[in-house]
């Protein structure tokens, strides 16, 4: 069985930063990639970037520049997003998903993790 | 605002068949395949097709997907109450250099 298990609900306060991991099983992690989407209070789904598990090569939404990073560590499995300078706007549920690459469909997903700003 | 569009919402019996719309432009569905995605109250989204049109295995062919030019579809048959959830498009944007999202439909099964 696939799985991604992500970290618990973060409260931060503006300005500050956030780490959510996402660990993965049941297959070759370093075959695939992952992609972190989130998705604010009954809003729709947002696109923030995509790692490589390979070779660790990343591509980030443009309007989160400067802002987000995202890594992996093929010792444990696990893949990482981290924003920094957190503004009430970045209230939202944080997925991981399992891709093939930055521009394909994404087939299995983490279970979200609630990162609340204020 | 999305850059796929989609409707907010349809809505069908149980039984009948409902058709949903995502419809861009040739920088992102015209050029690059589509996926569609189901997402269940409370829980996180779950791929329905990739590539235009397959299944992953699992997902039961009542389920197909389609484009055509600058727009895709995702069709239902054989609807339970089961399938009511939110549904979102997404594909590559070559001239924003990412991944695309429509803003979602709920499907509401009467």
């Known amino acids: 069985q696939i799985h991604l298990v992500q970290s618990g609900a973060e409260v931060k306060k503006p300005g500050a930063s956030v780490k959510v991991s996402c660990k993965a099983s049941g297959y070759t992690f370093t075959s695939y990639g992952f992609s972190w989407v989130r998705q604010a209070p009954g809003q729709g789904l947002e696109w923030m970037g995509w790692?490589?598990?390979?070779?660790?090569?990343?591509n980030y939404a443009q309007r989160l520049q400067g802002r987000v990073a995202m890594t992996t560590d093929t010792s444990t499995s696990t893949a990482y997003m981290e924003l920094r300078s957190l503004r009430s706007d970045d209230t939202a549920v944080y997925y991981c998903?399992?891709?093939?690459?930055?521009?394909?469909?994404?087939?299995?997903w983490g279970q979200g993790t609630m990162v609340t700003v204020s | 605002q999305s850059v796929l569009t989609q409707p907010p919402s349809v809505s069908a019996a149980p039984g009948q068949k409902v058709t949903i719309s995502c419809s861009g432009s040739s920088s992102n569905i015209g050029n690059n395949y589509v996926s569609w995605y189901q997402q269940l109250p409370g829980t996180a989204p779950k791929l329905l097709i990739y590539?235009?049109?397959k299944r992953p295995s699992g997902i039961p062919d009542r389920f197909s997907g389609s484009k055509s030019g600058t727009s895709a579809t995702l069709g239902i048959t054989g609807l339970q109450t089961g399938d009511e959830a939110d549904y979102y498009c997404?594909?590559?944007?070559?001239?924003?250099?990412?991944?695309?999202f429509g803003g979602g439909t709920k499907l509401t099964v009467l």
């Open positions: 790692i490589s598990a390979y070779n660790g090569n990343t």
């Open positions: 590539d235009n049109n």
């Open positions: 997404g594909t590559w944007d070559g001239s924003l250099s990412a991944v695309v």
């Open positions: 998903a399992r891709g093939s690459g930055y521009e394909s469909a994404v087939d299995i």
